[in-house]
């Protein structure tokens, strides 16, 4: 079963930024996709970043222009930069990833506050 880990989050004031790393267990290459999502108290779960293995990279509008996923398959890790963060933006952040004729895979996560 694959692991992922999180890293990288913490406490920011409003505007400014933070990167988050997710190390796979396994290699990341072949996934079907690898992305993140968060969840914010009392709201559901929402996926907000993801990079198919065609190269392709979805963002929800919240975050279009202001976080980038990225990945370095060398090293199993998957990131999200973040830039500009609002207190909106306060939540858990989780990477998840599928392996093909698998469901997906959701780590720990790393929680992430934006003060006002």
Do not use: H
Not at 1 to 18: H, K, N, P
Not at 50 to 66: H, L, N, Q, W
Not at 92 to 104: F, I, K, L, M, N
Request: aromatic residues 10%; hydrophobic residues 30%; charged residues 15%.
């Amino acid at each position: 079963q694959v692991q992922l880990m999180e890293s990288g989050g913490g406490l920011v004031q409003a505007g400014g930024s933070l990167k988050l790393s997710c190390v796979s267990s396994t290699s990341i290459f072949n996934m079907n996709f690898m992305g993140w999502g968060r969840q914010a108290p009392g709201k559901a779960r929402e996926v907000v970043a993801i990079f198919r293995s065609d190269g392709t990279t979805t963002y929800a509008e919240s975050v279009k222009g202001r976080f980038t996923i990225s990945r370095d398959n060398a090293k199993n890790t998957v990131y999200l930069e973040m830039n500009s963060l609002k207190p909106e933006d306060t939540a858990v952040y989780y990477c998840t990833g599928q392996e093909p004729g698998r469901g997906a895979y959701w780590g720990q996560g790393t929680q992430v506050t934006v003060s006002s």
